[in-house]
Structure formats: structure tokens, C-alpha cells
């Protein structure tokens, strides 16, 4: 936290030295609306609270705007965006908007289009912000003509992480060779994963060390679990779109899906097969122990989204292993890394979100001119520390950033040379149905009480029978 | 009693209108929506009415079904456990003893701490890898505790976090009863040589039956629909295991956005806890009318 | 020396009882003093408060948080409701103990199914009514205080109006009677016969109304947003995707007891007072 302090004291400075130029725009463009509240809800992450404790305080210093920006938890936060904008209650004049659920909103129209807004409307439009400046991020977050509905305020990928003290031990490296064959090194192909996982629980329970091959985000009741195949696994063995045929949008071989085909199942044998490698909390491990788990040092190599890999790697207060961790893309199978490149697939998540605009809020153009707040270059640096997301091009050769970067393998260098290679969820208005429709399945197969094989034939056939039953499907 | 009519409805009226406004009308709501098929997450995101439909699919949706079984033993284990355990204590509370005020105040501690933090304060007390329990289970008793894989685990710890957290609401509410007994029959018994067993089951039980169904009903309809602790320990896992309705129900809801059929699904929950409830309430009731008729 | 062999038997069970009680709330004491980094490996259970305690646990929810408001919403609406529905229940317990009313038995039963239903089907039409329907101008129930305390006297009262009405009826109709032959009113007789009478039933129909509305997680997470915020709802907030804050959760969980503590301490009086067998009937 000693970082959040030091990040408040430099953005102040920073912003007042640097933006002193446009800090008249702003107060002219915030005269008319002077007074007013906006209210905003989004997750309690770093990143939402360096927005409420830092930028929203600095723009209504600035603007003479007060934000109220609850945060909360992730499911509390769908919950009650969703219920006001379906209700019209106008209570939230800004809501998140998680990445994979944009494409629910624009197909309900619950968003304000914000281009047009800020065509209509030349006194707020910010001269010190464009939509070009952000990565293509913000390309989820437009409708088909390009205009934007949302506007990204995080972004990260899901990467491998591995233990750099582990992989280039001596002692490792030879047993590895004598036992394997080849080298050992952080891992390209899931025969490569598998090998280390195997050989780093055996290792480690030689030396006597509380460690473990891998993690797995493996808990039996929780979706992180299903998430981490959908997401993760499935796109890495070849599987995308959950394996759903987004013609007829059928999950099942049968019916033209792949959900239940020889890839999908190859992909969740060999994940349920990683628990045996896994420290015993994988099954009750949601996103948060993985990051917790490999943090105390109880893994060799994982996949940890890229906001835990930031303060994994550097914060000594939380993590045991600073300077131990190695960041690197996800091991893939054969021919899907040529697919990604080749924007026929991807190989990994895209995480983030944007900030909207309900149509019931009040406040429009004020929460129009707060967004672009957001959406400046300038503030972008110390958030970008503060919370391990960049949502802007130039973010990255900040010499802020440019810093941190070198303490965490380079994780912002990674993210800006292969982001192209990862893909968010895909648009499917339809997600949080179906992804608890699968949920159970994925569960079982953990818990050991299906095989992978069951559980996805079974997986599949709920998709379908849910697809009809909404109406996706005839 | 001698009196203006009119008294008692002044005196009931503040509860009525505002159990009327707040408690009768999001009910009616629940009720209606539960004959509409409405998912704002399908193609359409209208409400279509259906009629009885959505009733029609519970009867035969071997998920949901599972789902109240498994809350009914969850009720019912609890209840077992916390009521015998919450009678005996309250029992043992009535004459004094060393440290009794000591001893009732820790008692209550349980009851303050909010369910998110003993769900919490419980998960990390048991989680494997970095929980205490599982590792001195581990080097004293070389059991493997992982809830994560074992059902059986991971019922009992659910029954154990909830007695834990609900005993002394059952022992400080039968407290209030005791207390409340007239003394004439203690009395009259004592007098025709009655023994303490005679004396519990033929006057302090029957007395005792009002209070009695109080807590035994509150204790089951909150534990037929509770989600958070659960939540916090298993969300519903392994597998579907410790799946109860409240968690099926809440996941329909909020995760899947079933308003028609969620609505349809509390309607019958709440239906078969009124029948449960009923039951019990006729069979304690006779017991009562028993002590009458001597 | 029977009866001493019994208080000595009593005693040991309830020390075992208190030890089992206390084990998890001495852990939560624990992790709240505890850093993160610490709470890995071998879980540690001697008192390391004594040598050292992580303050920051405490001091970024309470100081530089907002937690501290939560905490003085959650006292003001746990008393608040706490107060209301004593009050009114025991008006109302009063008027169905008294007298035999047309409906009373079923508006009785009734009452009760509001804390049967299951609470998530309920959560989107009480958003509704207390953002649409209650509304006058700009001004609604969502997220205020008085919202709360309104809506927790629904599955309060009837709790309170079934626990108070075995023990109102147990208090003979005589004394009302004598009281009104004085020329006294209802007021008396509720004040000076019926609340004396039964005072550990209603003290104890109080407390544990006061706890329930201390605890309640999802209407509160549901209905309020920044300015009424409860505890609960507020730990709820330490569960994130980038980590579960146990330090912090379990500092905030600790300190949250203690205002309990002190209410549950004040109405054990009127719990003891009572329970000297022989306190009903004159």
C-alpha cells in the first residue's frame, strides 16, 4: 500500500505539473454541471480503487463533479447494474462492464452510445483524449459501426507464470534430463507442462519443500473452475468459443459443435489429470487461491491471470516469491499458435473491462466528460502501477511503467508484443446461462465423479437443450 | 375480555400495514412472474405467460428435486443436533453454577459474528494446504481432510459450521420459555412425588410446546433456504453435493437469470416448508392437547 | 453434595463447550493481526498478537476506509429495528393474546411465510419497490437506512410476535382486569403488568431481533450501495478476484463483534432477571 500512497502523491504532482495545460478545458467543460453526483458501481480491485480513491477525488477538484463509485463483489456488481438498467431505475449514471458481458448489454441496449454523445456534443468533448489512443481493447466494446459504448478502463492477459528459482536450479535441471531426456524449461507443449509438473511435485517433496508441479483453478462448486478450462485450456488445445457453433449454435458433435469432440476432451483429461500434481487446495481454489497459491510458493508453474502476476511478482507484503517468477505465453498444441496469428483463433484469455453509460442515467453528459477523464494518456502511468492494467498504446514506454515491467519479467512487454494472440470471451448474449450449464459437469469431472469424457458428452447435451430453451437454437 | 373492539386493531395496525407494504407485495410479485416464462438473457427477453408451466417442469426436473432432498437433511440434520444440544444447555442454565454469566455470554458469541466471516473464518480454517484443521487431522489422526473431493466431508462440515453458529439462538430462545413457566405445577408435582424425569416429560415439555415450535420452525425455514455460509465453504460443491435449493434457486437466479422458473422455484420451496412446518405442527400440538386431557 | 457434583459436572462440560466455541474466533483474532505473507505455510496457533500485530489490517478499513460509517450504519440499524419491532410487537402481541380476532389466526400464520421464501427470487421486486414504487421527486428507498429498518421488521416481527405470545398468554387475564376495575388503561397495563412480567422473553425477542439485523447480508448488499452500507455487505467486499483479504475481512469481522458484545452485555441483565424461577404469578 505503500505503493498506492506513493502513486497518489506522484499523480497528483504529475497531474498538476502535466495536464496544467488542459486543466482549463476541464473546468469550463464541468461549469454547467457543477454540483452534481454521479454514481457508478464496478468490482473492489486495484484498479477500481485507484479509481475511486485517486481519480475520482482529482476530478472533482478539478470539475467541481462529485463521484460515488461503490465497489463491490464480482457477482454483486452484475446483479445490480443489470437490475437497474433492466428496471430504468436510473440509479447508476456509470457501471462496469466485464468484458464478456458487452455483448449481452448491446443486444438488450442498455448502453448509452458514447460517440454519438460526444458528436452531439462538442462542448465535452475532450481535446486531450481520442478513441484511437487505447489498444484494441476497446474494440470489444463497439457496435457494429465503430462506435464506442464503453470505455476501457483495465485490461490484462491470462499468461503462464513459472518460478525462475525452480526451473534454472542445477540440481532440477540434471534430474529433469536424466529422467526425461531434454531440457528442462518453462513449458511450450502440454507434453512439456505435464513432464514439469510431474517431475516438480516429486522434486519438491524430495527436497522437503511444501511445493507442488502446478496449480489448478480447480474448485468443485465455483465457476472460476469452469472458466479456467473455457477460457484457458479449451483455446490453448484448439476448442474456441466454448465449442459452440455460433451458426446454429449447438454444442454437441452431433449437432455440429465441438463441445464433446476429440479435442475438448483430450484438453479436460489432461487438466483433471494435473490435480495429481497439484497442492491439495486446487479443488477448493477459485482465481484467488491460485494467485495465493503460487504466491506462497506452492507451484512451479501456472496460469494466473495478469492481474495477480503484477503483485505476485512484486509485492513483498503478499507474496513470497518476488523476484522468483517468470512470465511467458501459455503452452499451446500443435498448429493453434499458427491459428492465432493468423486471427483465426487465439490461444488465451483477454480480461478487462470498460465503464458505461445506462440510457436511465440522469447525468449523461457529465458521466460522458468523467469517462474521457479516465480515458487520458496522462493518468494512465501510475494506474497502470497501481493496478497491473494498460487500456492505452503509450502506456507502455512510460519510464513508470517501463520499471515495473523489468521487476515483473517483463509481463507489460509481453502483453503489448502478443496481446493479439489472446481473445476475450466470445459474443454470446447468452454467457452467464450457459456457462452455469456447464458448470456442474466441469465439477464433477474434478470431484472425480465423471470421467472427463462423461462429463462433456453431458455438457454438451445441457448447452443444446438450453439453447433451444432460449431461443438461440430451433 | 371487556372492551372496545376497536382497541386491538389500533394496536395491530402498525404491524399489519407495514408487513402489508414491504413483506405482501414483493410476494405477489414472486407469485405472478412465476406463471411467465421470462429469461432477459434469451433471444427474447419478454415475458411470455405460460400459465402453469413452469410448474409442470419442476415435478420432473431431477436437478431441483435433488437440490430440496439434500436441504431437507441438511434442515433436519441441523436441527436434531442444535435442538437436543440448545434444550439441554438451556436446561443446565436455569440454576446457577461457577461462571455461568461467563459461560452464557461466550455461548452467544457465535450469534455476532456475521455469517460472511464465519463462512470465511471456517474456509480458512479448513481449507487443505493452508487450514489448520486439515493438518493437525493430518499428524495427529493421519485423516486427509479435502472437502473438495469428499461429499460426506463436505456435509458434515456444513451441519457442523451451522451448529456452531445456531446453537445458541436454539438454547437462548428455549432460556426465554423456561423461564416463563408458572411454578403451581412444579409445585403440585413435587407434592405427589414426582421424579425430575416424570416432572420434564409430563409438565416442562408440554408447557414448553409453544416455544418449542418457534424455534424448531424459525431453525428449519432458515435452514431450507441458506446460501451464505455455504456459499463461502463449498459454493455448492464437490460437484453438486452440498447443492441446497437456496443455492439452486440463487445460481438460477443470479447466475442464469431464470426469473420465471426461479420465481416458481421459490414459490415451491416456500410451499413445502409451509407443509413441513404444518406437520410439525399438528404433531407437537397433539402432545400439547396429551397434557390437557390428564 | 449431589447438587455440588452436578454444578462441578456443568461446569466441565460448558468449558469444553466455551473452548470449542471460542476456537474459531481466536483464529479470526489471529489472521486479523497477522500479514498476508504470513498466513502461509504451517498454520501457526500460539498468541504472535502478544510479540506483534499487523495494524494495517485495522487501520486502512477503519481510517482510511469507509468501514467505520458501515460499522455506525449497522449499530444504527440494529437498534433501530431492534426498538420498532419490540415495540410494536408487543402491541400486537398484546392484541392477539387478548382478544379473539376474526383473522388473527391466519394474518399469525401468514406472517410467518415472509421469512420462509427463499431470498432470491424476492430481491429483484423489493429493488423495484424501493426504488420505483416508493418514490417521491428524486427521493427513494434505495439505499437509506430507514429502508433497511423498515424491511427487516418483515421476518422480525412475526419471530417476535410468536416468541412473545406463548409467554403473553401464560400471564393470567386477572391482573388486565383488576388494573382496568382501577380505572386504569391499556398503557398500564402493558407497562406496569406485561412488560415486567415477561421481561427475558422480550429482552430476548430483542436481542436476537437486533441480531438479525445485524447480520443480514443479501437484502443489504441488494438495497443499499455507498451512503447505507452495512457491515456485512462491507465484508463482503474483501472477497475480490485478485484475493480474498482475510487480514482485513477478519480485523473488520473482530471489530464488528464488539459493539455486539456490549448490547448483548446490556440485555443479559434483564435475561437474569428473569430466570429466578417463580417470577410469573402473583
Known sequence: MKKLFLSVFASVTALSAMAGGHDAWWKTAGQPYKGVTLQGVTENTPPGQFVSEVLAKDFEELTGIKVRLETTSWDQMYDKAIKDMEANTGIYDFVYIEQDIIYSYLDRDFLVNISDGLAANPKIKAPNVDFADFTTFINYFKNGEGDVFGVPMEAFIKVYLYRKDLFENAEAKAAFRAQYGYGLEPAKTFGQYRDNAEFFTKFCAEQDMECWGTTVQGHTGHPASTYEVLETIFPSFGVYNWGINMDNYQASVENGGQLNGGRAKAALRFWTGLLDFAPPEALQSTWSEVGASFAAGRAAQGWVYGENAAWIATDAERSRVVGKVGVSLPPTAEGVMMQAASGNGYIGYFDGGAFGIPHSSKNKEATMLWLQYLGQNEVQADWAIAGGRITHKATYSDPKVVEVDAKSDAYFTLMRDTGYLFAGAPPYPFHGAGRAAIDPFIFKALAGELTPEEALDQAAAAVDELMKELGYAK | MVGSKRIPWYLLSPTIIILLIVGLLPFIYVFIVSFYNWNPLGKSDEMTYIAGDNFRKLVFDDDFLLCVWRSIKYAFTTLFFEFVLGFLLALSLRKSFPFRPFFRIIHTLPLVVAPIVVGAIFKLFTVSGFGPLPHFLKEWFGYKFNYGRDAEQAFWLIVGVDIWHWTPFVTLTLLAGLSALPKDPYESAKIDGANPIQIFFHITLPMMVPVLLVVVFIRLMDSLKAVDEIWMLTSGGPGVETRLAGIHIWRSVFESRFYGYGSAMSIFLLYITIVICWFLYVIMTSKQNQFHDK | ?282
Request: charged share 10%; net charge neutral.
Open chain 3, 1 to 282: 453434595m449431589i447438587n455440588n457434583l452436578i454444578k462441578l459436572l456443568k461446569f466441565i462440560i460448558w468449558s469444553l463447550l466455551s473452548i470449542i466455541t471460542i476456537i474459531p474466533i481466536y483464529w479470526m483474532i489471529l489472521v486479523s493481526t497477522r500479514s498476508p505473507v504470513e498466513l502461509f505455510g504451517k498454520p501457526d496457533f500460539s498468541p504472535t498478537f502478544f510479540e506483534k500485530i499487523y495494524w494495517k489490517n485495522f487501520i486502512k478499513p477503519f481510517v482510511d476506509g469507509v468501514y467505520s460509517e458501515y460499522l455506525w450504519n449497522s449499530i444504527i440499524v440494529a437498534s433501530c429495528n431492534a426498538i420498532l419491532v419490540t415495540a410494536l410487537a408487543i402491541m400486537a402481541t398484546y392484541a392477539l393474546s387478548r382478544w379473539k380476532l376474526a383473522a388473527s389466526e391466519n394474518i399469525f400464520f401468514w406472517t410467518m411465510t415472509n421469512r420462509m421464501a427463499p431470498p432470491a427470487a424476492f430481491l429483484l421486486p423489493l429493488f423495484l419497490l424501493f426504488s420505483l414504487v416508493f418514490r417521491y421527486d428524486d427521493i427513494n428507498l434505495f439505499d437509506t437506512k430507514i429502508g433497511l429498518i423498515l424491511l427487516y421488521c418483515v421476518f422480525n416481527l412475526p419471530f417476535a410476535i410468536w416468541l412473545l405470545k406463548g409467554i403473553f398468554d401464560g400471564i393470567p387475564k386477572d391482573l388486565d382486569e383488576a388494573v382496568l376495575m382501577d380505572g386504569g388503561g391499556y398503557f398500564t397495563i402493558i407497562t406496569r403488568i406485561i412488560i415486567p412480567q415477561a421481561a427475558p422473553g422480550i429482552a430476548i425477542a430483542a436481542l436476537l431481533s437486533w441480531i438479525f439485523a445485524w447480520n443480514e447480508y443479501l437484502l443489504a448488499a441488494t438495497l443499499t450501495s455507498v451512503y447505507a452500507r452495512t457491515i456485512p455487505t462491507g465484508l463482503a467486499e474483501f472477497v475480490t478476484t485478485t484475493g480474498t483479504n482475510w487480514g482485513s475481512m477478519a480485523a473488520v469481522g473482530f471489530v464488528s463483534m464488539l459493539p455486539a458484545l456490549v448490547f448483548i452485555s446490556l440485555v443479559q441483565k434483564h435475561i437474569v432477571a428473569g430466570l429466578t424461577f417463580g417470577a410469573v404469578k402473583g
